[in-house]
T-cell receptor, first 112, second 119 residues
Framework: AQSVTQPDIHITVSEGASLELRCNYS??????LFWYVQSPGQGLQLLLK??????LVQGIKGFEAEFKRSQSSFNLRKPSVHWSDAAEYFC??????????FGIGTKLQVIP | GAVVSQHPSRVICKSGTSVKIECRSL??????MFWYRQFPKQSLMLMAT?????????EQGVEKDKFLINHASLTLSTLTVTSAHPEDSSFYIC???????????????FGPGTRLTVL
């Protein structure tokens, strides 16, 4: 069965600083990988996804993620964080036909 | 495209009552819908998968008699929490996927969630 590990439960960064959120997955075949963002009390918004092709994926709101098969990782990055980026971020892996498994999430706090 | 709505967005009910949550795909036909539950400060846990016109498949540990799922049409799935208790209080999120011919993976599109509070 697939699994997702987000080792950082909580991250604090200063506004304007760069950001990297870590995600490691476990799956026997080629995974479908996702990053979602969730604001308090809200549903999930898809930031980006990787299905195949270029391992560096561009998403919305200036986010990007890089798929590294050798490291089983799909880390999310943003060069300059804005206060509005404060939210919970979930990495997810899709496997089989459609089933998705989520990581525990990383809560991002942005300080002025 | 690929918009999913949920209704209601928030519901408060008394212990012992039943609550129905609707999930609709607004601009596509959803062959499969999923129901997740998210407890505070935790991740989303899949409760069940429902395919239009057939019985839902429940994940291990989810009581099918307590969480009734109906997927009566290609745009609507409902989750009914029967005889709700305070421990059922949670954030319930649905998602829907549409069939794409030849696709090896059908992406899920998520609804905005329903906050259930059982007093």
């Amino acid at each position: 069965a697939q699994s997702v590990t987000q080792p950082d439960i909580h991250i604090t960064v200063s506004e304007g600083a760069s950001l990297e959120l870590r995600c490691n997955y476990s799956y026997g075949a080629t995974p479908y990988l996702f990053w979602y963002v969730q604001s308090p009390g809200q549903g999930l918004q898809l930031l980006l996804k990787y299905f195949s092709g270029d391992t560096l994926v561009q998403g919305i709101k200036g986010f990007e993620a890089e798929f590294k098969r050798s490291q089983s990782s799909f880390n999310l990055r943003k060069p300059s964080v804005h206060w509005s980026d404060a939210a919970e971020y979930f990495c997810a892996v899709g496997a089989g036909y459609q089933k998705v498994t989520f990581g525990i999430g990383t809560k991002l706090q942005v300080i002025p | 495209g690929a918009v999913v709505s949920q209704h209601p967005s928030r519901v408060i009910c008394k212990s012992g009552t039943s609550v129905k949550i609707e999930c609709r795909s607004l601009d596509f036909q959803a062959t499969t819908m999923f129901w997740y539950r998210q407890f505070p400060k935790q991740s989303l846990m899949l409760m069940a998968t429902s395919n239009e016109g057939s019985k839902a498949t429940y994940e291990q540990g989810v009581e099918k008699d307590k969480f009734l799922i109906n997927h009566a049409s290609l745009t609507l799935s409902t989750l009914t929490v029967t005889s709700a208790h305070p421990e059922d209080s949670s954030f319930y999120i649905c998602s829907a996927s549409r069939y794409s011919r030849g696709a090896t993976y059908n992406e899920q599109f998520f609804g905005p969630g329903t906050r259930l509070t059982v007093l």
